[in-house]
């Protein structure tokens, strides 16, 4: 195995995720140095190659630990870049980490290959003039963005329809997805290559997982591992499996679902596949990692030995 000495982290950049990018790059550089590797933190620019090529005395780095989040750093182009400065990366190549940064076809590769998935549609936001685009309960959201912006979920008919008014077109880009609202319970599971590591059950204190209960302090309450049926936990860690091999992810990547509790194991959703999940203090990952016996250093250091640049 090549051994990488020089590591480039990125992290920060221009998208609604900068300041959650921002945080796991601090966490995973300080790992990172712990481990004994030169790292230097790249807060990213629209000029990648002036970025990486000034660090290490002009030299660039051995490879790259990618700490971005959201559109441009875990969509494939920032991957598409670094395989043609033919710089090895973490985390997941250009065609798996496009794929699942787009929902609906996210849902087509895995309702393919018999995954429980919610059903739904795509619609343009143009659409939303007042009444609603689907049967309620529904949720709606961005095709293509993370840290659920944008999310709306609506449980209830006192709650109006969103209205094209109420959307951000810089999240939405004139389109959105309409799902049927799950019930129940959120679950998650991170995979480390192929292995499933858990299965936190998350339980956030606003009224379902939004930005502030993912990333604020006390924000939800994990419960590693989730207290439900032993048969459920071990479907949910072989289907998030199943589900990373059919999208061709590589590295630390997690699955999200909705559970039905009422229907056993035939409740399990996938809702999407994050294949840069969080290295925050209050993320679901390296918990589950941690409680698989790798601490948050080796973890990063794995990171980087597991980081290719494919050809």
């Not at 490879?63 to 598409?80: C, M, S």
């Not at 995954?115 to 949720?139: A, E, F």
């Not at 679901?284 to 941690?290: I, S, T, V």
Request: proline share 6%.
């Amino acid at each position: 195995m090549t051994e990488y000495r020089n590591i480039a982290l990125l992290k920060g950049g221009w998208c609604s995720e900068r300041e959650v990018s921002l945080v796991s790059g601090a966490a995973a550089a300080k790992a990172l140095r712990e481990e004994g590797f030169n790292v230097e933190e790249i807060d990213m620019s629209r000029d990648v190659a002036r970025d990486l090529y000034q660090s290490f005395g002009g030299n660039g780095p051995d490879a790259v630990f990618n700490a971005l989040h959201g559109p441009f750093g875990e969509d494939g182009r920032i991957q598409a870049l670094l395989e043609i400065l033919d710089i090895p990366y973490t985390h997941s190549g250009v065609l798996s980490s496009a794929l699942c940064m787009d929902k609906p076809r996210t849902k087509a590769v895995l309702s393919a290959r018999g995954i429980r998935v919610p059903g739904g549609s795509v619609i343009k936001t143009s659409t939303l003039k007042g009444d609603h685009p689907l049967s309620l309960p529904y949720v709606l959201k961005p095709v293509g963005d993370g840290s659920s912006f944008g999310v709306f979920i609506i449980t209830s008919p006192n709650q109006g329809p969103p209205v094209e008014a109420d959307i951000d077109e810089e999240l939405f880009g004139g389109i959105a997805m309409v799902e049927p609202f799950i019930p129940g319970r959120e679950i998650t599971v991170a995979v480390m290559g192929d292995r499933a590591l858990g299965v936190t059950e998350i339980i956030p204190k606003n009224s379902f997982y939004d930005y502030e209960s993912k990333y604020a302090a006390g924000g939800s309450t994990h419960v590693l591992p989730a207290d439900i049926p032993e048969e459920v936990a071990k479907a949910a860690m072989e289907i998030s499996v199943a589900a990373i091999e059919a999208l061709g992810c590589k590295g630390l990547a997690r699955a999200d679902f909705r559970w039905d509790d009422r229907a056993g194991v035939n409740g399990l959703f996938i809702l999407e596949v994050n294949t840069q999940p969080g290295l925050t203090p209050t993320s679901l990952a390296p918990e589950q990692a941690a409680a698989a016996g790798i601490d948050f250093g080796a973890l990063t250091r794995w990171m980087i030995e597991d980081a290719t640049c494919p050809r």
